[in-house]
């Protein structure tokens, strides 16, 4: 009877200790994310005092039948691979050549997650400074000094070059987050591990390929599916740098607050969600406990 009036006794306290966590998840993530399936119903206007109209499904259909939608998730779809595959492969290299030790290790470290740690609004226009058409000093040495161009480009203006100065930015800005990922999973692998493989004949690929990769294959995993989702809503760096490259993010906003249609921006939001949800599962679906394919 002891046991269990002390159990009882410690779920009670376990429960009131959750709550305030509890609660601010309800109130921060699942209310926002039910109001937000519930106008995706409606022709919701700006203005709060007007009535919203239910309209059923067709914010999604008008979603769906729009061109501009399967465009910019296309476009969503490219820039999120090239960033997330860039940004890991790039972590995972600085990662191996600084696993070994050198003078000013920890000094070098430090510099290597500045870009991760530095406001974005700072990197994005530090970039847009360097290449700006008048006085950037990718044109000043690409037209000048080098006389790689006859005329200064207009990096931003085009929408090819746009969207190859965002993917290359997000790759430079996000790779320390895959650089400390691995770096750490790294450090707990035992050398004997190579050495055994260096006696076995093993040159550094299948060294890599027979004892690094199935050793951070689990954070691999973890990285590429956490950085998916970050990119795959990505707004804010694109948005900043160039209005020629409408991703999801951009079209979303656009929608909600250039064409006043949050209804339609609402849906927008769900089916990305269902998309994103239904490919995470599908990866995570391919990968046994061991991290392994």
């Given at each position: 009877m002891k046991s269990i009036k002390r159990e009882k006794t410690d779920l009670k306290l376990a429960m009131l200790l959750l709550f305030p966590s509890v609660f601010l998840v309800l109130l921060l993530v699942a209310y926002p994310m039910l109001y937000n399936i519930?106008?995706?119903f409606f022709d919701q206007p700006i203005n709060p005092r007007l009535d919203s109209i239910f309209v059923g499904l067709k914010n999604y259909t008008d979603t769906l039948t729009d061109p501009e939608f399967f465009k910019s998730l296309g476009l969503t779809v490219l820039y999120t691979l090239l960033t997330v595959l860039g940004s890991t492969a790039v972590g995972l290299g600085v990662a191996i050549f600084f696993n070994r030790p050198f003078r000013f290790r920890k000094t070098a470290r430090s510099l290597v997650i500045l870009s991760y740690v530095t406001p974005s609004i700072s990197l994005v226009f530090a970039w847009k400074y360097m290449f700006n058409n008048s006085y950037g000093?990718?044109?000043?040495?690409?037209?000048?000094v080098f006389h790689l161009f006859k005329d200064a480009p207009l990096?931003?203006?085009n929408p090819v070059?746009?969207?190859a100065l965002v993917v290359i930015f997000a790759i430079w800005r996000y790779f320390p987050y895959a650089f400390i990922s691995f770096l750490a999973i790294l450090q707990?692998?035992?050398?004997?591990?190579?050495?055994?493989?260096e006696i076995d004949g093993a040159n550094a690929w299948n060294k890599f390929k027979i004892v690094t990769l199935p050793a951070i294959a689990p954070v691999m995993i973890t990285v590429l599916t956490l950085r998916s989702i970050w990119m795959f809503y990505m707004f804010t760096d694109v948005y900043?740098?160039?209005?020629k490259v409408d991703i999801l993010g951009i079209y979303l906003?656009?929608?909600a607050f250039a064409f006043n249609d949050?209804?339609?921006?609402?849906?927008i939001s769900v089916i990305l969600f269902i998309i994103l949800f239904i490919a995470i599962i599908l990866s995570r679906k391919r990968v046994n406990p061991n991290g392994n394919g």
């Open positions: 519930q106008i995706s000093v990718i044109n000043y040495l690409g037209t000048d990096w931003f203006d070059s746009s969207f707990t692998i035992d050398n004997t591990l190579y050495e055994a493989a900043l740098l160039t209005s906003y656009k929608t949050l209804g339609k921006a609402a849906s």
